[in-house]
C-alpha cells in the first residue's frame, strides 16, 4: 500500500484546452474526494464518491468540470476549456467507511496551471 | 454557514520556542477534526485527528485539543525546530455531511534557526 498517488504532478496548459488528471486511492478505500486549494487558501470540496457513484458535488464544480470513478477504483477529474480561474492544486483523497473513524489520506496533488 | 478561522494567519519564532496555532469552527456537531501539515508546493500531510469523543491527541512534540463547546482547537508544538516550517491546517468533519471537510487557511510558520 503506497498511499493515494495522483498524476500528473504539474500539469501546464494554454487557456481554452481540456486536462484530465487521475488520482488511484489507497486499495480497498471504497470513498474516494476531489478538493481545490488556491494559494493562501485551504482547500475546497468538489466531489466524492462511494465506490463507483458519484454522491455529491460542490457548487463549485460547474459544467466543465467532469468526475468520474469506473469501476470504483481509480478517478479522473476533467476539466474542459480551462479558464485562468481554474489554476490551482487538485487534491484527490480517499477513506475507509466506517462508523468507528472517517479518515481522509490524501495525495501529493496536481498543480494546474493554465496560461 | 460552515467556516473554520485560525489564528494567527502566519507566525515567525525562533528556534527552540514553545508555540501554539489555534483554530475555531462554527459546528458543534463535528465527527471529528484534523491538523494537517503542508509544505510548499505540496499536499497535506496528516499530524493528529482527534475524534469528537476525544478531547486532546499527542504525537511526540505535538498535542492538539478540542473543545467542541467552544468550537475551539488548538495545536502546540513543544520546542520548535527549523524543521516544522510549514503551514499547518486545521479541517472539521460536520456531523451533517461528514465527507466533506472544512478547511481553514491556515497557519504559516517559520522557525528561525
Known amino acids: 500500500d503506497t498511499g493515494v498517488s495522483q498524476n500528473p504532478r504539474h500539469k501546464i496548459t494554454k487557456r481554452g484546452q481540456n486536462v484530465t488528471f487521475r488520482c488511484d486511492p489507497i486499495s480497498e478505500h471504497n470513498r474516494l474526494y476531489w478538493y481545490r486549494q488556491t494559494l493562501g487558501q485551504g482547500p475546497e470540496f468538489l466531489t466524492y464518491?462511494?465506490?463507483?457513484?458519484?454522491?455529491?458535488k460542490s457548487r463549485l464544480l460547474s459544467d466543465r468540470f467532469s468526475a468520474e470513478r469506473p469501476k470504483g477504483s481509480f478517478s479522473t477529474l476533467e476539466i474542459q476549456r480551462t479558464e485562468q480561474g481554474d489554476s490551482a492544486m487538485y487534491l484527490c483523497?480517499?477513506?475507509?467507511?466506517?462508523?468507528?473513524?472517517?479518515?481522509?489520506?490524501f495525495g501529493a496533488g496536481t498543480r494546474l496551471s493554465v496560461l | 454557514k460552515q467556516e473554520v478561522t485560525q489564528i494567527p494567519a502566519a507566525l515567525s519564532v525562533p528556534e527552540g520556542e514553545n508555540l501554539v496555532l489555534n483554530c475555531s469552527f462554527t459546528?458543534?456537531?463535528?465527527?471529528?477534526l484534523q491538523w494537517f501539515r503542508q509544505d510548499p508546493g505540496k499536499g497535506l500531510t496528516s499530524l493528529l485527528l482527534i475524534q469528537s469523543s476525544q478531547r486532546e491527541q499527542t504525537s511526540g512534540r505535538l498535542n492538539a485539543s478540542l473543545d467542541k463547546s467552544s468550537g475551539r482547537s488548538t495545536l502546540y508544538i513543544a520546542a520548535s525546530q527549523p524543521g516544522d516550517s510549514a503551514t499547518y491546517l486545521c479541517?472539521?468533519?460536520?456531523?451533517?455531511?461528514?465527507?466533506?471537510?472544512?478547511f481553514g487557511s491556515g497557519t504559516r510558520l517559520l522557525v528561525r534557526p
Open positions: 479541517a472539521f468533519l460536520p456531523m451533517d455531511s461528514s465527507y466533506k471537510l472544512i
Open positions: 464518491f462511494q465506490n463507483e457513484a458519484q454522491l455529491e
Open positions: 483523497a480517499s477513506s475507509l467507511q466506517s462508523v468507528a473513524k472517517n479518515i481522509q489520506y
Open positions: 459546528d458543534s456537531a463535528i465527527y471529528n
